[in-house]
């Protein structure tokens, strides 16, 4: 069973940095791609940024330069380091990973709200 779990989302004012991470349990993790994605009321769920199991890294537009990926594979996790955070980057940040390469399936955390005041 695979389950993802997000931390580190808050109240933070623009300009400021946060933090998050996405724990999975299972042994898939160092085979997968993981991304994160955000979503707003209203809105699709978008990309912000993934990262291969060869730690190739892609962002979206709007957070490049300013958002950082990473993954730590001896434990299980995965991060965004969000800098220079605006007030239009307040969402439901969400972890996903993404097995589908080697036969497996698509899976999602239940999300961490980020909150960022101008």
């Known amino acids: 069973q695979v389950q993802l779990v997000e931390s580190g989302g808050g109240l933070v004012q623009a300009g400021g940095s946060l933090r998050l991470s996405c724990a999975v349990s299972g042994s898939i993790f160092s085979i997968s791609t993981m991304g994160w994605y955000r979503q707003t009321p209203g809105k699709q769920r978008e990309l912000v940024a993934t990262i291969t199991k060869f730690r190739n890294t892609n962002y979206a537009d709007s957070v490049k330069g300013r958002f950082t990926i990473s993954r730590d594979n001896a434990k299980n996790t995965v991060y965004l380091q969000m800098n220079s955070l605006k007030p239009e980057d307040t969402a439901v940040y969400y972890c996903?990973?993404?097995?589908?390469?080697?036969?497996?399936?698509?899976?999602w955390g239940k999300g961490t709200l980020v909150t960022v005041s101008s």
């Open positions: 996903n990973l993404d097995s589908r390469s080697v036969g497996g399936m698509l899976y």
